[in-house]
């Protein structure tokens, strides 16, 4: 069987998990699952043909001696107490964004972490797992180029339905916040948020789209065209400026078609088929660390740093000033 693992929230996002896990990879077994719609969860294990059980509870289900490891894939605002519990129970944990709703929640959990004595806490960044982004990252790192200079990035969504007043920088840009700060190995000192015209094709109450400026320690500076209702497609761009040359995150590879007085190449309109394959290595490599009693993926202090950068942003861009991030040195524990 390997890893027993329970799954808390069977919603979209913990479906798929569920299902990824069960049909796709290796060494786990879903054997505890919990939402708050319990008719709604046991028609999708019969659906499916899983024997997991359900708790009515998700504390109940992290108690479990039965259950070895926990994935936090419900309502945002119920992380923060089920990853506590989950170190509480001594108990690996991999928690979907946001770790927490708060800066100060992420610390509670940085804090609770090191008390214990020992790292259980992963956040799920999937960039990170993604294959064009390794390959971009495999360029900067051999330092081929010279130094990164300046980073210009896009992350464009077709539509963002329920999106509203802040969103886009705190439900959406934190993963280009986690995975730039990834690939340059660096941290952020300062933030600014421009805000051009407004797109007709969204909300009233959501501006879109944003620019995000970052600096970091290094002094890189990093530029992120935020786009959340750009209507053609889910397209995540990276162009990194280097000393002696440039490189660009690779596109998912497509047919090309030449018919009918065109050259055309399609484009992904969902990011989860951007990012499926990212999903799985991003789990597998999850179950294989824990297994054996590690922590190598997004670490608590990274889904910290993630929610004060958001939080600078969010700052900036209602103050219209050049705002600082104040990231505290990172614990020798996280080293």
Same mark, same amino acid.
């Given at each position: 069987? %390997? *890893?027993?693992?329970?799954?808390? %929230?069977?919603?979209?996002? %913990?479906?798929?998990?569920?299902?990824?896990?069960?049909?796709?990879?290796?060494?786990?077994?879903?054997?505890?699952?919990?939402?708050?719609?319990?008719?709604?969860? $046991?028609?999708?294990? @019969?659906?499916?043909? +899983?024997?997991?059980?359900?708790?009515?509870?998700?504390?109940?289900?992290?108690?479990?001696?039965?259950? #070895? @490891?926990?994935?936090?894939?419900?309502?945002?605002?119920?992380?923060?107490?089920?990853?506590?519990?989950?170190?509480?129970?001594?108990?690996?944990?991999?928690? $979907?964004?946001?770790?927490?709703?708060?800066?100060? =929640?992420?610390?509670?959990?940085?804090?609770?972490?090191?008390? &214990?004595?020992?790292?259980?806490?992963?956040?799920?960044?999937?960039?990170?797992?993604?294959?064009?982004?390794?390959?971009?990252?495999?360029?900067?790192?051999?330092?081929?180029?010279?130094?990164?200079?300046? +980073?210009?990035?896009? &992350?464009?969504?077709?539509?963002?339905?329920?999106?509203? =007043?802040?969103?886009?920088?705190?439900?959406? +840009?934190? &993963?280009?916040?986690?995975? *730039?700060?990834?690939?340059?190995? #660096?941290? /952020?000192?300062?933030?600014?948020?421009?805000?051009?015209?407004?797109?007709?094709?969204?909300? #009233?109450?959501?501006?879109?789209?944003?620019?995000?400026?970052?600096?970091?320690?290094?002094?890189?500076?990093?530029?992120?065209?935020?786009?959340?209702?750009?209507? /053609?497609? /889910?397209?995540?761009?990276?162009?990194?400026?280097?000393?002696? %040359?440039? @490189?660009?995150?690779?596109?998912?590879? #497509?047919?090309?078609?030449?018919?009918?007085?065109?050259?055309?190449?399609?484009?992904?309109?969902?990011?989860? *088929?951007?990012?499926?394959?990212?999903?799985?290595?991003?789990?597998?490599?999850?179950?294989?660390?824990?297994?054996?009693?590690?922590?190598?993926?997004?670490?608590?202090?990274? =889904?910290?740093?993630?929610?004060?950068?958001?939080?600078?942003?969010?700052?900036?861009? &209602?103050?219209?000033?050049?705002?600082?991030?104040?990231?505290?040195?990172?614990?020798?524990? /996280?080293?």
């Amino acid at each position: 069987m %390997g *890893l027993r693992l329970g799954v808390i %929230g069977i919603g979209a996002i %913990g479906k798929e998990h569920t299902l990824r896990i069960e049909k796709k990879l290796s060494r786990a077994k879903v054997v505890a699952v919990n939402d708050v719609n319990r008719e709604h969860t $046991e028609a999708f294990l @019969a659906q499916h043909n +899983l024997s997991a059980k359900f708790y009515e509870s998700g504390i109940e289900l992290i108690r479990a001696q039965d259950v #070895d @490891a926990i994935l936090v894939t419900s309502w945002g605002p119920t992380h923060e107490e089920f990853v506590l519990a989950s170190i509480a129970a001594g108990k690996y944990v991999f928690c $979907e964004k946001p770790l927490a709703v708060t800066a100060s =929640g992420c610390r509670a959990i940085v804090e609770a972490e090191m008390m &214990h004595g020992k790292q259980l806490v992963q956040v799920g960044f999937m960039r990170r797992f993604d294959k064009s982004y390794r390959q971009l990252k495999s360029v900067l790192d051999s330092e081929q180029l010279g130094y990164p200079l300046i +980073l210009n990035c896009a &992350h464009r969504a077709p539509a963002a339905p329920g999106f509203a =007043g802040d969103m886009a920088i705190s439900d959406s +840009l934190v &993963h280009e916040f986690d995975v *730039l700060k990834w690939l340059l190995n #660096d941290d /952020y000192v300062s933030a600014q948020v421009i805000l051009p015209r407004k797109t007709r094709l969204c909300d #009233d109450s959501l501006q879109d789209p944003h620019v995000v400026l970052l600096r970091t320690k290094q002094g890189v500076l990093i530029n992120i065209e935020s786009f959340v209702n750009a209507q /053609y497609g /889910y397209d995540i761009q990276c162009h990194v400026v280097c000393e002696s %040359g440039t @490189a660009a995150l690779p596109e998912p590879s #497509d047919v090309m078609l030449r018919h009918d007085g065109k050259f055309t190449r399609n484009i992904i309109v969902d990011w989860q *088929l951007r990012f499926i394959e990212a999903f799985d290595v991003e789990l597998q490599e999850w179950i294989d660390a824990t297994s054996v009693g590690r922590v190598d993926g997004p670490s608590a202090w990274d =889904g910290f740093i993630v929610a004060v950068t958001a939080d600078a942003c969010v700052a900036a861009k &209602h103050s219209g000033n050049i705002e600082p991030i104040n990231i505290p040195e990172r614990p020798v524990f /996280y080293r």
